[in-house]
Every structure is written in C-alpha cells, then in structure tokens.
C-alpha cells in the first residue's frame, strides 16, 4: 500500500467514522461558536475544523487532519466556556502528536479500529501485528493512539493552553469530576477518573497555574 493509498484510506476512515457518531449540527452561529473558542487554545496548530455533533452521548474526538469534533451532550455537561475548552484543547493536543508522529499510519489505527493491515509491513508478517514487534523491524509503524502516556501528554498540553489563553485550568478537573468514569475522549483512562484527575491537580501545582476566567458558554453553544 503507497503513501497515498493509506493517505486515502485514513480520511475515509476518519470521516466515516466521525459521521457514525452523530449528524453535524448546522444551526447557525454554532460552528462560529466553537471555533471561536477553539482558536483561544490552540496556538499555532492548523489548520483546525471544529464541528458539533448532535448526540446525547458526551463525546469528543479528533482526527490527524485537524477535525475536532464534540457532541451537543458533552457541551451540555460544560458548566462553562473554560471547561468546554480544556475539551477542545486537549483534542488539539491529539492532533498535534498525530502530526509529529508518523500521522498516516497513526490516524489508520485509529479510524480502522482494528489491527494494522500486513501489507504495512516490510515483512507481510500475519495480523493481528504487534505493534512493539513491527517498531523493532524497522516498519513504519507507531504507538497505539489512546496509550495512557498519550493521554497525560495531552491532558498537560491542555492545561498549559487553557492557562496562556486566560482560562482557569482548574475548570478541566471540575469537569472530569462531572463526567466520572466516562471521561470525555474515550480513552484508556476510562475506569481511572481519579487518577487522572490527581495528575492533573499535580501538574497545576507543579507549573503554579492557577485563577483565570471561567465565562459562561456563547449562547448559540446552550443545547
């Protein structure tokens, strides 16, 4: 399979399994909305294309070409503008490690939801492939997305973006205290809240983030 092939592949897979969460949200005002905020926390990332899905699941997810996507059930949780961008900002984290780290073949795991296809490999080998085994033969291929690491990685880049934009860090943990067990991005911290709550709590403490404003959330953005 050529670059382009899996290229091809990976915005198929995206797409297809973006829109199986939910139709978008076309009222007007909201897509503004919510890039609105999500241009507050993400730096020089782009390009960026932020959307809301109409789904009572709360749910966000993002994709290697810059799709950040959140559900109306998520914001519905938001208590405040703060805590919907720590949400935002941490996808935008995700984007950019998918950036920096061999994003085709990354975004394929991701969208495919299954292992990597052998013809990925320099050695044909047989799926199910260890992804760990294919590294160390020299195979174009990368950690699994949602590896916890990942996620801390992302969850420090999302407090660091909420506090230089002005936003009360702290909002993030009020959140995911809100959430519980489900968390927001579906990620292998399901099940361990707490835990990531207390690295969060660390991390502020560590780099001294604290105060910031916590607006309330645009009106076009109340579901």
Known sequence: MTPAQVDALVRERQEAFLLSLGPLVKKQGVKEALTEVGLRVAGAVAPLDFEV??????????????MVWVTTGLIKRCANEAQLAAVLAHEVAHVTQRFEQLPHLRALR????RPLAPALLPDGGAAPIDLNRAVRQGAEAVVAFGHPKEEADADEAALLALAG?????????????????????GSRFQGRARRRI??????????KLSGGKTPALSKSLRF
């Open 53 to 66: 899905v109409d789904s009572d699941v709360p749910r966000s997810v993002s994709a290697s070409n810059g």
């Open 110 to 113: 991701v969208a495919c939801r």
């Open 165 to 185: 934009a002005g936003y009360d860090p702290a909002a993030y943990e009020v959140l995911l205290e809100a959430l519980g067990d489900k968390g927001h991005d």
């Open 198 to 207: 207390e690295l969060l709590s660390a991390t502020r403490a560590e780099k």
